[in-house]
């Protein structure tokens, strides 16, 4: 292997010139400000702000695509500068459905084990020693990026609920709450089901039209010449790139059949990625609709509404008493939701927001 | 926290001088091109600009920009799937010896699926889970993409450059 001094070394003289930035700043500043017309929400802005940090620790679990295996996604990686030899990923044996979900008959857990969710190894043990419940009643910020939920009694709250309720205690007042869900347990999401199908098989789905796209796109600019080198190449499955190559050649693509199949491919992953969110999304609220019935033990009536959080107006002393489990999947928000102004993380890419936005709604 | 904030310009030169080579660099091995580099950087920032996100720290700052940065590489890409033919870059501005300049030139031919990831960790030195926060993606994709971006990088090299 490379070595790492080397690459960070060489990497780190591309900069940019300073007539460029001089460029940039003055042509940027040129861009008059436009105010949002939907303002940030407060208190949640916190969690909004960093959701695309913090999720992907836990919420965005299901969206694996790793070109040859799936594994877990629960590990939680920290090393810098090093990658683990020998990481294989060998995970493949999620259960066949431990969760049932059947659209409009409603929800229902399946006994049905899970036995081949153990696969993760190594990681998943890694996972599971992380510690929530630090000292200083925080969680362990390595799990979290730089924002951190506070946890008070059983629950976890962002920040601006928090100082909220951290100096509620024997008071009167009533605020509004939302609860969203910001982790998931790989296991328990890969093998819902929904409509007949687990969420692996459509993450396997996507994942699998998404390689192929790929690998045709570095096929495309192998033959056009444009500096993909052979030994890239020769990484692709050899049955699938030879249906590419021109009859009676040994090297030469056909590539009208490339393109074509780079827009079919293409076209497959928007569908298996749609079928997806429909699935995370249903699994959401599949556990947001059992939170709600854990916090009606604590007399707190919740409702689930359409952007995937469960609302409601509660005291501290009603709070106090709410205790869920898995409680580290789920923040508990000070509820200024209308205003939420998440698709300004996303950048240039309007599609791709307005989809993954159907995943992280609510954060 | 406000929603109306306004960016000043102050605010923008800081960010384009503590930023700007971090997301010129992602944008450059993702873009392999120089003036591609500097649109997307601009666009960045244009964006920044139009946001009215506000940051816990200067991290959090870092790694939103470096988001839509790739992500706005990710469009150009796109578009650049069929209007133009993409051709290695001149990396002698930015390379003081054969080696750095062999590895740059092998870490341009890796894909570019595998190349962001490599330069978000080896260069930004982000951690895997943070990584998996800028691009979308899970960790363990990321990991599995470090590892096999890694052996392209060692395979184009030493085929190529040794």
């Not at chain 2, 601009?42 to 839509?68: N, T």
Request: net charge negative; glycine share 6%.
């Amino acid at each position: 292997m490379m070595d790492t001094e080397k690459i960070r070394n060489a990497a780190q003289g591309v900069k940019i010139s300073d007539e460029a930035k001089k460029r940039i700043t003055e042509n940027a500043a040129k861009h008059s400000p436009k105010k949002s017309s939907r303002p940030l929400i407060i208190g949640v802005g916190a969690a909004a702000a960093v959701c695309i940090i913090t999720v992907s620790a836990f919420a965005i679990a299901g969206k694996l695509r790793v070109n040859d295996q799936v594994i877990s996604q629960t590990s939680t990686e920290s090393s810098s500068g090093t990658i683990t030899e020998g990481f294989d990923g060998a995970e493949n044996g999620y259960g066949p459905g431990k969760l049932e979900f059947s659209g409009d008959e409603g929800f229902e857990t399946s006994t049905a084990d899970n036995e081949g969710a153990s696969g993760a190894g190594e990681e998943e043990q890694e996972s599971k020693a992380v510690d929530h419940d630090t000292p200083s009643g925080k969680t362990d910020p390595d799990t979290t990026g730089d924002w951190q939920p506070a946890k008070w009694n059983n629950i976890y709250c962002d920040p601006a609920l928090y100082k909220i309720v951290s100096t509620w205690s024997g008071t009167e007042e009533a605020y509004p709450v939302a609860v969203e869900m910001v982790g998931v347990d790989d296991n328990e999401l890969m093998g819902f089901v929904y409509n007949g199908k687990t969420v692996r098989e459509y993450v396997d789905k996507t994942e699998y039209n998404s390689n192929r796209a790929d690998d045709l796109q570095m096929i495309r600019q192998y033959a056009l010449g444009n500096g993909t080198p052979l030994s890239v190449i020769e990484q692709i499955d050899v049955a699938f790139r030879t249906q590419y190559l021109k009859d009676g050649s040994a090297d030469e693509y056909d590539l009208d059949k490339v393109e074509s199949d780079i827009d079919m491919y293409f076209n497959e992953v928007r569908k298996a990625d749609s079928e997806y969110n429909e699935a995370y999304r249903a699994f959401r609220r599949y556990k947001l609709n059992a939170v709600s019935e854990e916090l009606k033990d604590a007399g707190i009536n919740a409702e689930l509404s359409d952007d995937d959080l469960l609302r409601f107006i509660t005291g501290a002393e009603q709070l106090s008493k709410a205790k869920i489990s898995d409680e580290k999947n789920y923040c508990f928000l000070y509820d200024q939701s209308d205003n939420d102004d998440i698709t300004m993380e996303y950048g240039g890419d309007e599609e791709a927001a307005d989809e993954e936005e159907k995943i992280y709604t609510g954060c | 926290m406000t929603a109306d904030s306004v960016r000043t310009e102050k605010d923008i030169e800081q960010t384009v001088e503590t930023y700007g080579n971090s997301l010129y660099r992602l944008c450059f091995f993702m873009l392999k091109n120089k003036s591609d580099s500097e649109d997307a950087v601009q666009d960045v920032i244009i964006k920044y600009i139009e946001s009215s996100k506000q940051f816990d720290s200067e991290e959090h700052k870092k790694a939103w920009l470096l988001r839509v940065a790739n992500n706005r590489c990710r469009d150009m890409l796109r578009f650049r799937i069929r209007h133009t033919s993409e051709e290695l870059p001149d990396l002698a501005d930015y390379t003081q010896n054969d080696e750095d300049s062999g590895i740059l030139s092998a870490l341009m031919k890796v894909p570019e699926k595998y190349r962001s990831v490599l330069i978000l960790y080896y260069v930004e030195e982000y951690k895997v889970r943070e990584i998996a926060g800028i691009m979308g993606k899970g960790e363990s994709a990321i990991k599995m993409r470090l590892k096999k971006g890694r052996e392209l990088l060692s395979d184009i090299y030493r085929k190529e450059y040794l």
